[in-house]
Structure formats: C-alpha cells, structure tokens
C-alpha cells in the first residue's frame, strides 16, 4: 500500500511571494503519476499539476512548477507570485498504474495555504 | 460537457435511515471513482469502476455501503442504515484512464450530515 505524507498542516505567506508545499510518498511501485488539487473554500477538487514518475523533467504549469525527486520519494508544489485566489488545501496524490489502467488517488492529509493581502 | 453531477448537494437524514447518493460521470469516461472526505480521515478511496465493473472496493468501510453502476452514465453509493460518523463529503470523480494524462475530475460532492 502506498502512504502520502504532507508535513506542513497549515502555511501563510504574502502576496506575490514565493511558496513551497512539501510532499514525501512511500511506495514500491515503479509505476505512478503523482498530482496536486487544490480545494478552495467551495469543496471543489481542482487539478493543479502532474507528474509521471517515468519523466525525470519537472513538470510546469504557469506559476505552478514541481521538484520531482524519484529517489528520496519527494513531490513538493512551488508556487511563483502568489495571488490571493490560491488560498485553497492543497493535496498531493499518488496513483497507481496497472497494465494499461489505474488505481484510484491516496491523499496526503493536505496543507492549508492563507496568501494575506 | 456539464462535468461530474452530483446529487443531491446536501442530504440531512436520521441515524437508521437509507441514503442513497448519485454521480453522473463525464460522457466517454471510463472509470468512476467515490471518496469520502472526513476531517479525521482526510479524503479516502471507498470504490471505484472500470466499464461499469466495480475493480476494488476494499476501502468501502462495512457491509452497511454499497456502490452500484448499473450503465456508463449513472452510478450509487448507498448507505444503509445510516450512522453518525458516516456525515462526511462525498466525491464521485471519473475519468478516462489513458486518454487524459489519468487526471481524474471530481464532481462538487454531497454533503452528508447524519443526526
């Protein structure tokens, strides 16, 4: 079974900064994706990035960009110039691939991320 | 395409009653997850579908739940008799394995409040 660990319950930071939400994942599968949803105030669960474990290429999604790193089993989210419509949970998910399917996400228990006026 | 439906948004019901919740997947996909979100659990895979068939159901919590998908366009997660701790928000998200990156879409959940 997989498990996803997210350490930082809950960040703050100003506007237009940068920020980092940690993700560490524990699994013996070769193949998987990995994501990151955002959940604003509205409960509705918002795709923000993916990565496929097979690409050693960060992937990027405008502000959105992550720090891949296969071996320490690391997935952390950078946001570039915050804005204020980002205050959401934020969860990475891990899923697993099978022959031509897929299983369905584990979550991590999710960072609470407040970007103050 | 209107995204994952679900219904209702909100349900109130008394500890004992049935509850039944229903997901419409996005037209053309072929898997159909549901998840519960409790603030002790977090967000948790309870079953999910492949062509209408269910392929794990090893996270629905005890014989009282049970998910149907009786054709690609409809499926139901039931929950009877109904406990307090089952109040939770329940997702339906679907996808099209293969086809989009296995990005999954959720649906806005049902809030279910047991008193």
């Known amino acids: 079974a997989q498990t996803v660990t997210q350490s930082q319950p809950e960040m703050s930071v100003q506007e237009a900064e940068t920020v980092t939400l940690s993700c560490t994942y524990d699994?013996?599968?070769?193949?998987?994706?990995l994501f990151w949803y955002k959940q604003p105030p509205s409960r509705q669960m918002i795709l923000v990035i993916r990565?496929?474990?097979?690409?050693?290429q960060n992937a990027t999604e405008n502000r959105f960009s992550v720090n891949f790193q296969k071996a320490a089993k690391s997935f952390s989210l950078k946001i570039s110039d915050s804005q204020l419509g980002d205050t959401a949970m934020y969860f990475c998910?891990?899923?697993?691939?099978?022959?031509?399917?897929?299983?369905?996400?584990?979550f991590g228990k999710g960072t609470h991320l407040i970007i103050q006026p | 395409d209107a995204g994952v439906i679900q219904s209702p948004r909100h349900e109130v019901t008394e500890m004992g009653q049935e509850v039944t919740l229903r997901c419409k997947p996005i037209?053309?996909?072929?898997?159909l997850f549901w998840y519960r979100q409790t603030m002790m659990r977090g967000l948790e895979l309870l079953i999910y579908?492949?062509?209408?068939?269910?392929?794990?159901d090893s996270g629905m919590p005890e014989d009282r739940f049970s998910a149907k998908m009786p054709n690609a366009s409809f499926s139901t997660l039931k929950i009877q008799p109904s406990e307090p701790r089952d109040s939770a928000v329940y997702f339906c998200?679907?996808?099209?394995?293969?086809?989009?990156?296995?990005?999954?879409?959720f649906g806005p959940g049902t809030r279910l409040t047991v008193t």
């Open positions: 998200a679907s996808s099209q394995i293969g086809f989009s990156s296995y990005e999954q879409y």
């Open positions: 699994t013996s599968e070769s193949n998987y994706y």
């Open positions: 990565q496929e474990a097979y690409k050693q």
């Open positions: 998910a891990f899923m697993k691939l099978r022959g031509g399917g897929a299983d369905g996400l584990t």
């Open positions: 037209s053309g996909h072929d898997y």
């Open positions: 579908f492949n062509n209408n068939v269910p392929i794990d």
